[in-house]
């Protein structure tokens, strides 16, 4: 059975993040990292594994039909 378009776009989502934080990772300094930086990646983090969690969700709802 194809995923829904729901699970498509949460899916699509969380690559985003997940991109973006990757990207935020190779942009940090060997040293001083500000602690603006830091609490970006934990924001980051905290929203991917919230976003992952959801599609687990999405993912059970269509398995249960």
Same mark, same amino acid.
Request: net charge negative; glycine share 0%.
């Given at each position: 059975?194809?995923e829904?378009? $729901? &699970?498509?776009?949460q @899916?699509?989502?969380?690559e +985003?993040l997940? $991109? *973006?934080?990757? =990207?935020?990772?190779a @942009?940090m300094? +060997?040293?001083s990292i500000s602690p603006?930086? &830091? +609490?970006e990646m =934990? @924001?980051? =983090?905290e929203?991917?594994?919230? %976003?992952k %969690?959801?599609? *687990? $969700?999405?993912l059970?709802d *269509?398995?249960?039909r």
């Amino acid at each position: 059975m194809p995923e829904s378009e $729901k &699970v498509l776009q949460q @899916r699509k989502r969380i690559e +985003a993040l997940e $991109k *973006e934080l990757t =990207d935020l990772e190779a @942009r940090m300094p +060997a040293h001083s990292i500000s602690p603006n930086l &830091v +609490a970006e990646m =934990d @924001r980051l =983090d905290e929203i991917i594994q919230t %976003e992952k %969690e959801l599609l *687990e $969700k999405f993912l059970a709802d *269509e398995n249960a039909r």
